[in-house]
């Protein structure tokens, strides 16, 4: 499926959700925030950074504060997606449009704002070095064009290739990723190329 170019298009082809969808979107709509699509997704940016999103999932629909860390949750009504990798995202989860609760999601709507409009900001400890795997390094000695491949891209890009093997446990399944991502790295596309905008 190709990403949505607007909003509209991704809740009317939302298959869960859409009544949720739409509350909140007009609830974010009374505020200075500037919807885009971003990852395929509504995105809601302020001064062009990443305030907020919203997705639709089987079992729920999910407004995430990129920064969602910094809030106060007086309600605990925020998760912490994985706990061992996510530092500053939070997701507060609906399954019902019962469940909304306007006055309260804007307030925590408006201290995202705020928090950016501060630049308040949790900093990524994710390394900037670049490990390269193994086998990745396996594969560069037996195919240069790979090689050459690879390290036209950004660094960034880079590392989503290497750490997308390197967080695989099993050597089973880097081998499995390697052999994915092998022929996306000889066309020029990146990892998470379809998501971008």
């Not at 991704?10 to 974010?28: A, M, P, Q, W």
């Not at 907020?52 to 997606?81: E, H, M, P, R, T």
């Not at 695989?168 to 092998?182: F, G």
Request: proline fraction near 3%; include cysteine.
């Amino acid at each position: 499926m190709l990403p949505h170019k607007t909003v509209d298009e991704y809740i009317l082809n939302s298959k869960n959700g859409i009544e949720i969808l739409l509350v909140l979107r007009d609830i974010i709509k009374t505020t200075e925030l500037q919807e885009t699509i971003k990852w395929g997704v509504p995105c809601y940016t302020i001064n062009g950074k990443n305030v907020l999103g919203l997705g639709a999932f089987k079992s729920y629909v999910g407004i995430w504060f990129f920064q969602g860390a910094l809030l106060n949750d007086k309600a605990k009504v925020l998760k912490n997606a994985q706990d061992d990798k996510t530092k500053a995202l939070r997701q507060w989860h609906f399954k019902s449009v019962e469940e909304l609760d306007d006055l309260l999601i804007l307030e925590y709507i408006n201290e995202a704002i705020e928090n950016q409009k501060q630049n308040k900001v949790i900093k990524s400890n994710r390394s900037k070095t670049l490990i390269i795997p193994p086998c990745l390094e396996q594969e560069f000695r037996k195919d240069a064009a790979l090689k050459a491949a690879f390290y036209a891209f950004t660094p960034g890009k880079q590392r989503e290739f290497a750490e997308h093997i390197l967080e695989a446990k099993l050597e089973k399944t880097k081998r499995t990723r390697l052999n994915k991502i092998t022929p996306l790295i000889k066309q020029n596309i990146g990892l998470n190329d379809k998501y971008r905008k």
